[in-house]
């Protein structure tokens, strides 16, 4: 259970409209938190706030996408007048898998303007607001891919590692104000995102993980940042963190050939 008095009354959560982003809004509604949902699509993100105001709290939507500069006013002015106590930064998948010199720059760009500019942006507003209150939380979700670099996917591998070392200086600066701040590091988990992208969920011995139990242990790791990796997953980040990375790299290599098709 999460508690509302230390979290609460209100939670933004950016990429709030499938997957582990709308299990986090039917735990937090469940728990009595209102909601402020961030997507694109308007027609899952409006399905999903329906289905949470069933559960008998307030639900807003904005629907903008995170790598527009205008995002950032546009969340803001929709929590003007409320208390938001949590930040969920969910949003923030791989949208462009490719060799860096085979790919478009402003492609990658999206990548960065997502997983840190936006995720900087909104975190900026609501920290400051909860250091003057002394409470609140801070929710980042992470990757294992942020522990090691590959042919088609090392610019989102390096803006999941900034986020994680970021995680990790925001939770020392504010952890005297009584606001958590945590890393939560996903492995290959069942979204549809990751669905629709065709991503080989049967690699034999892989470990996947449901939305519903990575919102949950997120939600119960908050008190215990800075970084928390979703069970099950320990012992591949215990090997990406290896000093021989030659090997490492090559062997994850043939691992991502096979989890997604195409790369
Ligand atoms: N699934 C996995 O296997 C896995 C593994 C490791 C880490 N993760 C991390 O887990 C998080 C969630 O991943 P996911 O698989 O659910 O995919 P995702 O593409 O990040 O989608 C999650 C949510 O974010 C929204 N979203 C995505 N891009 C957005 C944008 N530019 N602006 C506004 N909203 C946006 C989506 O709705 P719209 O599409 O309508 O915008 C959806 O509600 C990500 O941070 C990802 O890096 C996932």
Known sequence: MTDVQQYGPWAVIAGGSEGVGAAFAHQLAADGFHLVLVARKPGP?????????????EVRT??????????LAAITAATDDVEVGLLVFNAGAN???????????DRFQGVIDLNITAMLGLTHHYARLMKDRRRGGILLVGSLAGYVGTSTEGIYGGVKAFGRIFAEGLWAELREYDVDVLELVLGVTRTPAMERAGLNFEVPGMHVSEPADVAREGLAALPRGPVHVVSGNERLVAMRSTEDRARLVAGTEKVM???VPGR
Do not use: C, K, M
């Open 95 to 105: 949208s462009y898998g490719r060799a860096f010199t085979d790919g478009e720059l």
């Open 62 to 71: 904005v629907a903008t996408d995170l790598t527009d500069p205008a995002s």
């Open 45 to 57: 993100l409006e399905a999903t706030a329906e289905a949470v105001r069933a559960r008998g709290v």
């Open 257 to 259: 050939r096979s989890l």
